[in-house]
């Protein structure tokens, strides 16, 4: 089988490489593309690849890409994690937010808006090439604001896309390991939107682990969701949120623990990850450990502002996954992989389109609920009980609000980023959605050009 990855010379790339190496299914990937507009960061994460590789049977030949059209023929599978604008637009995503006393954050609230916005067009042409070179492959999305940018590309591969988060999984994981359950024992009861939605039950069998959790002081303190979000408010959800509602549970902390940071994450992810990339160009065979250093970095400050810390020191347990029978979303994308081609059958937490399956969103909405996965492809199963009418009037808000954003990435309208600006909820303001537009049209050169053909 093929897999491309597009934005191959991206940080993550070795995660999807070591579950690869280590697969020892049938049929597995033997021919590995990687795609991205810099050769020098893919000759630099070939070069960690092949250290990693070391001492393994399987080694998918691995070829890189400048072109995009020669990276998706014969494709089977594609993996897309791409950054349009790279680190310096995210700065910017944030900066103009918070410059204005709003969230600034990648995938939340306006700056995420920002980011879908200027992706949506670089995602679209690329999926237009893949209809057309490879039309029977499966497009497995990781590239941010998940759920929007894989709403966008089911108008042209329709339910051959589905967008990863790893999440909601690693969410259940952590529950079924707190009460001491083998977290492949369990199955979820999970509703939302990519980045917002709701744990209700973690079941081994028919029990439910959340009360237990929910009852049990300890151990409910020591989940990182109750650093999050304090374990009495977890009570009265009676249920655990996904942790970036956060940042709409508790927005003017968020925006102020930011504010009071040295810096934010994107300001220091720009410095970390040049700093890599920059010793890793050489480092021979050492440019794997660096690789993981810089990893274990980037993960202990991870969501600092949510569990009240500083960006740039370490604040999370959270280690970033090594283990090969998930390695993150790396793992839920291989998963998703082997249940189609291999004619297994598997339940996950995928971002899928809606067909009716949550109440009160449109049908061809993308939703992130458990999804069965099969040789047929994916498929979103009933959720049971209907969300809550508050999570109900949220995901309204922020899938309208996301959805005159897709509109202003394909259609370079300026009217469509405003509505996408003014409706959204950590915004709610059309003299500050004014200002928004304004200021990402000024400090993004690749926002201005989406709408300078419109005025």
């Known amino acids: 089988m093929k897999l491309t990855i597009l934005g191959g010379g991206g940080f993550r790339t070795p995660f999807i490489w070591q579950a690869l190496i280590r697969d020892q299914g049938e049929p597995r990937v033997d021919e590995l593309a990687l795609y991205d507009t810099s050769q020098s960061r893919m000759d630099t994460m070939v070069n960690i690849m092949r250290v990693q590789a070391q001492g393994f049977d399987h080694k998918p030949g691995i070829r890189t890409y400048t072109e995009l059209e020669p990276a998706l023929s014969g494709a089977d599978f594609i993996f897309a994690a791409i950054r349009e604008g790279g680190l310096q637009a995210r700065c910017c995503d944030e900066h103009v937010a918070l410059d204005l006393g709003l969230l600034g954050q990648e995938t939340t609230g306006p700056g995420g808006l920002a980011y879908a916005m200027r992706t949506v067009p670089v995602m679209l042409r690329m999926a237009r090439m893949a209809a057309r070179v490879c039309p029977d492959a499966y497009f497995l999305n990781f590239t941010n604001p998940a759920g929007i940018i894989t709403e966008a590309l089911q108008s042209v591969l329709g339910d051959r896309v589905v967008g990863i988060c790893d999440t909601p999984s690693g969410l259940g994981r952590r529950i079924a390991a707190a009460l001491g359950h083998d977290p492949e024992d369990v199955s979820m009861d999970y509703v939302g939107l990519n980045h917002l939605g709701w744990m209700r039950r973690v ?92 990893l274990q970095e980037r993960g202990a400050s991870y969501m600092a502002e949510a569990l009240g810390g500083v960006q740039g020191a370490p604040t999370s347990n959270r280690k970033e996954e090594f283990d090969p029978a998930h390695l993150g979303y790396a793992g839920v994308a291989l998963g998703v ?119």
């Open 203 to 294: 079941l081994v069998g028919d029990h439910d682990l959340l009360p237990d959790l929910l009852a049990d002081e300890e151990k409910l303190s020591g989940l990182e969701e109750a650093k999050v979000f304090d374990p009495d408010w977890l009570r009265q959800l009676g249920m655990i949120p996904n942790e970036y509602l956060f940042y709409y549970y508790c927005d003017r902390d968020a925006v102020r623990r930011i504010l009071e940071s040295p810096m934010t994450r994107g300001d220091f992810l720009l410095k970390t990850q040049t700093r890599f990339y920059k010793q890793a160009a050489t480092a021979g065979n050492e440019a794997d450990r660096i690789w993981t250093d810089a």
């Open 337 to 455: 992989m082997n249940a189609i081609s291999r004619h297994e059958r598997r339940v996950m937490i995928l971002n899928v389109r809606n067909r009716g399956t949550i109440a009160g969103l449109p049908k061809d909405a993308v939703v992130e609920v458990p999804s069965l996965v099969d040789s047929h492809g994916i498929h979103p199963l009933n959720v049971g009980e209907q969300p809550t009418m508050d999570q109900i009037g949220l995901m309204q808000q922020v899938r309208q609000s996301e959805r005159h954003a897709v509109r202003a990435g394909i259609e370079g309208s300026p009217h469509e980023a405003l509505l996408a600006f003014a409706l959204h909820p950590l915004v709610q303001s059309v003299p500050l959605a004014r200002k928004l537009l304004a200021g990402y049209r000024r400090e993004i050169p690749e926002m201005n050009a989406i709408f300078e053909k419109r005025g």
